[in-house]
């Protein structure tokens, strides 16, 4: 496609439940961020693919969080047993290479609401 | 840590005038890249702007120009001719010039920016 696709835009949840959001990124991308935007925040760093391999989850903020990448093209960010505090926007963003000058390029995000 | 702080959590400009906002950030690379983003309601983030830390001259594109004082560490936005258009969240952002699994943006808090008519 023409952009970075995030599937679903919005996505409301009781707490407790497991969610699954869809990133697919610029054909081609080599890198995949995660960032997670709480209300009236910036985005923070979530976790980062290079192709498949994740080579940075410094930024998941527990062990309910999971993300994968298994063919280095689509990825899912999974969140098990959600809680109120999950409920925030997730982008997700591609970079055609792997030095600091590729820009990143953003999706319209997921709208998580925990209830 | 590198840190990013946007002081002005909201400004307003009028139709057609200038406006700049202000960020400041902390860091001990000497190498590095500085961003703004725009993020209308849609939520996507959009490119404004970028500059590269080791070049002196400050980044332009069309309406939009930055400040880069890198001894003040010091990156603002000024827009020129103001539009209805430009009315968004604008954040400001650092990225280590090293890439890969440093190559993450760090963003500041974000200012709201009203354009009046």
């Known amino acids: 496609g023409a952009g970075v696709s995030q599937s679903p835009r919005y996505k409301v949840a009781k707490r407790g439940q497991d969610v699954a959001l869809r990133c697919d990124p610029i054909?081609?991308?080599?890198?995949l961020f995660w960032y997670q935007q709480a209300l009236g925040q910036g985005p923070e760093f979530l976790t980062y693919?290079?192709?498949?391999?994740?080579?940075?989850k410094s930024g998941l903020p527990s062990d309910r969080f999971f993300a994968e990448r298994p063919e280095g093209s689509v990825s899912t960010l999974k969140i098990q047993r959600t809680q109120q505090e999950d409920s925030a926007v997730y982008l997700c963003?591609?970079?055609?290479?792997?030095?600091?000058?590729?820009?990143?390029?953003f999706g319209d995000g997921t709208r998580l609401s925990i209830l | 840590a590198q840190t990013v702080t946007q002081s002005q959590p909201e400004m307003s400009v009028q139709e057609a005038e200038t406006v700049t906002l202000s960020c400041t950030y902390d860091?001990?690379?000497?190498?590095?890249?500085l961003f703004w983003y725009k993020q209308p309601p849609s939520r996507q983030m959009i490119l404004v702007i970028r500059?590269?830390?080791?070049?002196?001259q400050n980044a332009t594109e069309n309406r939009f120009s930055v400040n880069f004082q890198k001894a003040a560490k010091s990156f603002s936005l000024k827009i020129s001719d103001s539009q209805l258009g430009d009315a968004a969240m604008y954040f400001c952002?650092?990225?280590?010039?090293?890439?890969?699994?440093?190559?993450?943006?760090?963003f500041g808090k974000g200012t709201k920016l009203s354009v009046k008519p």
């Open positions: 963003a591609s970079s055609l290479g792997l030095t600091g000058n590729q820009p990143q390029h």
């Open positions: 054909s081609g991308h080599v890198s």
């Open positions: 693919f290079q192709n498949e391999a994740q080579l940075d």
């Open positions: 860091t001990s690379e000497s190498d590095y890249y």
């Open positions: 500059q590269e830390a080791y070049k002196q």
């Open positions: 952002a650092y990225r280590s010039a090293f890439g890969g699994s440093q190559g993450n943006l760090i």
